[in-house]
């Protein structure tokens, strides 16, 4: 197999792509090829990683043409993407290649790169901290846990459990027309908070994304949802914050 | 290659190495107390190991049974006897008495724990423990922990230095002043002066192959302690999980066989009767896990050396309920759908009860310096750790270790800033020799060779003659690391770097595993010798200790402080 990865120095060289060789064994991951590269081939080679387990959220980059984790990424399937719901376009350098020999590894889009495969989540993480994404207790003064309805628990666990890999972040062509758009992982966790009992600013939340940057931006193009490794909805999220801002206005 | 700008030295009045839940936790309280704070993580928080921690965290609220029932004596009682009573009795004392609270403050915090029929926080049996006493988060609990104290962080004034590898502390007049790290994004060194330091760096799982930890658990915390003076405690407790995914050998969490699976070897026959009549699958870890090798060993495992986990007969609902990351797991890396068939499971690496020798609050033998977490060993866990025991220990610990540190502010500092900076630059230099020295070994095959060999020499079964030849060995790599290079001249990410820095914290570390297994001539929790099968209390009954003193290693022993429960055989 021919991996075609595509490079960036670092300090302005690039980017370029470069092709490396590997022979690839049963259930092996892209992740495990590039450390294959960097231990056999060539120790420059940068990407980000951690758990290898699909939790920590430190792999995502752009593997023929879909953001997704490298370490939940297995070579032998990646074959089998013509089965996947295609995404609307996206701005990937993505040259001709042929998926039966070749696999096309860039960093995920819509940010800029540093090295290699990794790119600064700096601004991910600056909107994301912006719409205070921490529990406001309604009650503080509880002695024991607040009680919580098997429903709701299901419910925040549809959001909470978002690991940040930015995969989404990468893949919607909001973000990439709009730099201040907040994107879709900050805008599940805000409606993971906005529908939780337990957090004191309640509908309030919803004031706390207003406009194109926020839940107005969304146009629905789904990408989040579909490369999202562990399938969280924000289009879901985001459009029932809509509804219910547009409920709200009604009443007024 | 590598340089240090002259106004890189901040000073903060705690410096906290690690941004997993032990290190999150001290920040939080030193940030509420008012405290400068600054988090030095080689990864971003968020990425740390705690999030990967699936099956729950143990504390005696009496949700799933009849209210007093449970007792935090009673969840004391069950982590002693886990622990083959190597565990110090006073320290488990302030873990159990203080884990309702701990697990209920993260509660208010944000976590989302899975509810019961009550809407209370559900719990469900874990091995070793009397009561169903598992908090959990489905089977993602570390993720939802670890994620709500990084949220609460952000709501203070923290200075996160991500991508940061701290490479040394700074020591003087016998005090811990600060550090030094290296910046992976820039390249360069940065110095960090501080009332005090924390090591909440994790385990030294990785020194194994066939482990289920993050690939970044290397133990630096560890070597950081040992090479500035401390001690390293318990090192050849090494828990090996039962139930890792064959071929990866990602953790398939004891929530799977909590909820009911069952094992079965290739004659489809339910083993763990032979090993463990009463508790069977729930037997604790060092138990299933011995007698899954010994079904391997006498052939009666598939080929590859795997038995299989069976969960088909709980049913759709259950497990998609129960165990969706299991599932996925399943699915992801081994292509089968436990709904309807088995997964192959075999022992592996998972968690280090030994670590950094400090009190119950937190301090080590050099002032100025803690640990806690995983990274440090209290000793709560003794010989061997209960399931949902480390989760606990960080909320309660790292809370402990922020109030230790509320009372050492950078007004206690007394230190020469001359120093950290020769301190930065010897560091540098040495990075910088990385890629001067001829590369007869590469870093990459030298970590390779490490790991096997603990896995072969300091595994599940121990003795003498395997433990003598492994330990030659690990000494003579150590003196191999001097030649191993690396090629990558780059500043920016330059991973090539860490590999080594992590080698480096690497082999000590797995030496002093090596002579503290080899001298303990006994069989005890997770440490378990063919030539000395039994436990010796007689002689046994104590602490290892390594130091280091010129670059050789040292063995002592010190006492274990024990309590109200009488030491007895550990049968289940
Ligand atoms: C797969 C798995 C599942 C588990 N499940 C459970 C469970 O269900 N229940 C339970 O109780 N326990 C569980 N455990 C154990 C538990 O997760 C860990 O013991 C615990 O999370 C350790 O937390 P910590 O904060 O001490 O360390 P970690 O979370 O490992 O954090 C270490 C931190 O130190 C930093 N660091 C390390 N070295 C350096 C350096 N040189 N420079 C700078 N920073 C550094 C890292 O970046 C990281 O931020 C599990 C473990 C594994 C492997
Ligand atoms: S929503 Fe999904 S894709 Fe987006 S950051 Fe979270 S886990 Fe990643
Ligand atoms: S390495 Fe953690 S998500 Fe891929």
């Known amino acids: ?252 | 290659m590598v340089h240090i700008a002259p106004d890189d030295v901040m000073a903060h009045d705690v410096a906290i190495v690690g941004g997993g839940l032990t290190g999150l936790r001290a920040a939080l309280l030193c940030a509420e107390k008012g405290r400068s704070v600054a988090v030095i993580s080689k990864v971003h928080p968020l990425r740390s190991h705690s999030v990967a921690a699936q099956g729950g965290v143990n504390a005696s609220l009496n949700n799933a049974t009849q209210a007093g029932k449970d007792s935090w004596q009673s969840h004391a009682f069950d982590t002693v006897k886990g622990a083959d009573y190597l565990a110090d009795q006073e320290a488990v004392d302030i873990l159990c008495g203080d884990a309702p609270r701990a697990v209920l403050e993260m509660e208010h915090m944000g976590a989302v724990f899975s509810r019961n029929e009550e809407g209370r926080i559900a719990q469900r049996p874990f091995g070793g423990a009397g009561f169903p006493r598992t908090c959990y988060a489905a089977d993602h609990t570390g993720h939802t922990l670890l994620h709500t104290l990084y949220e609460q962080c952000m709501s203070h004034d923290i200075d996160f230095f991500e991508e940061h590898f701290v490479t040394a502390l700074s020591i003087e007049n016998g005090r811990c002043a600060g550090l030094c790290a290296f910046d992976l994004a820039s390249g360069e060194m940065r110095g960090f002066e501080a009332g005090a330091v924390l090591l909440a760096t994790g385990g030294y799982g990785r020194i194994y192959c066939h482990s289920t930890n993050a690939y970044i658990n290397t133990g630096d915390g560890a070597y950081l302690a040992l090479t500035a003076g401390a001690a390293l405690k318990d090192m050849e407790f090494v828990q090996f999980h039962p139930t890792t995914l064959f071929g990866t050998n990602i953790l398939i969490s004891e929530a799977a066989r909590g909820e009911g699976g069952v094992l079965l070897n290739a004659k489809g026959e339910r083993f763990m009767q032979r090993y463990a009549a009463k508790a069977m699958e729930l037997a604790p870890r060092d138990i299933v896990a011995r007698a899954i090798w010994k079904e391997v060993q006498e052939g009666n495992a598939h080929e590859g050396g795997y038995v299989d986990l069976d969960l088909t007969h709980l049913g759709e609902e259950r497990i998609l309920e129960r165990l969706p990351g299991i599932r996925q797991i399943s699915i992801d890396f081994a292509g089968v759908d436990p709904v309807d068939e088995m997964v192959p499971v075999q022992p592996g690496q998972h968690y280090s009860m030994g670590g950094i020798d400090a009190s119950n609050d937190c301090r080590t033998s050099i002032p100025g310096l803690l640990a806690a977490g995983e990274a440090s060993c209290i000793s709560v866990h003794g010989a061997n750790r209960l399931g949902g025991n480390s989760l606990l220990e960080t909320i309660v610990f790292g809370k402990v270790a922020g109030q230790t540190m509320v009372g050492m502010t950078k007004e206690h500092m007394v230190h020469d800033p001359a120093r950290l900076k020769d301190l930065m630059r010897r560091e540098a230099d040495s990075i910088g020799h990385l890629t001067d020295v001829s590369r007869d070994r590469t870093v990459a095959e030298l970590r390779r060779e490490l790991k096997k060999l603990m896995f072969h020499h300091f595994g599940i079964f121990r003795d003498k003659g395997t433990m003598k030849l492994g330990q030659l060995r690990v000494h003579a790599l150590r003196h191999e690391l001097g030649k191993a290079g690396i090629d990558d001249i780059g500043k920016s990410y330059n991973q090539a770097v860490i590999e080594a820095l992590e080698l480096r914290s690497m082999l000590p570390v797995a030496e002093a595993v090596a002579i503290s297994a080899l001298a303990r001539e006994e069989s005890r929790g997770s440490h378990y010798r063919t030539d000395f099968p039994q436990r010796n209390d007689q002689d046994f009954l104590k602490h290892s200790m390594v130091t280091m003193k010129d670059g050789a290693l040292a063995l002592t022993y010190a006492p274990v402080r024990l309590g109200r429960y009488e030491v007895r055989e550990r049968v289940y």
């Not at chain 1, 889009?109 to 901290?129: A, C, G, S």
């Not at chain 1, 009650?139 to 890999?165: G, Q, V």
């Not at chain 1, 399938?231 to 206005?249: S, V």
């Open chain 1, 1 to 252: 197999m021919r991996l075609k990865v595509r490079r960036n120095a670092g300090d302005g060289y690039g980017p370029y792509w470069e092709d490396f060789d590997i022979e690839v064994k049963k259930g092996m991951t892209v992740l495990d090829a590039l450390f294959l590269i960097r231990h056999r081939q060539d120790d420059s080679l940068s990407f980000r990683y951690s758990c290898r387990g699909a939790v920590c959220g430190s792999c995502a980059m752009t593997i023929n043409g879909r953001p997704r984790l490298a370490c939940r990424t297995q070579i032998s399937l990646l074959q089998e993407d013509d089965k996947l719901p295609p995404l609307v376009p996206i701005s990937v350098q993505r040259g001709p290649f042929d998926p039966r020999v070749e696999v096309l590894i860039e960093p995920l889009p819509n940010m800029p790169v540093l090295k290699d495969l990794i790119v600064d989540q700096t601004e991910f993480f600056r909107k994301y901290r912006s719409l205070q994404p921490w529990l406001l207790q309604r009650y503080p003064e509880l002695e024991r846990e607040n009680i919580m309805s098997k429903e709701t628990e299901t419910e925040l666990d549809r959001y909470a459990t978002c690991i940040l890999c930015a995969a989404c972040y990468g893949a919607c062509p909001v973000n990439s027309e709009n730099e201040e758009y907040l994107g879709p992982a900050a805008l599940a966790k805000l409606y993971r908070f906005r529908i939780d009992p337990r957090d004191s600013l309640g509908g309030e939340r919803l004031d706390q994304a207003p406009g194109p940057s926020g839940w107005l931006g969304c146009r629905f193009h789904t990408n989040c949802f579909k490369v999202c490794p562990k399938a969280i909805p924000p289009n879901l999220a985001i459009g029932k914050a809509r509804q219910e801002m547009k409920g709200r206005e009604g009443r007024a």
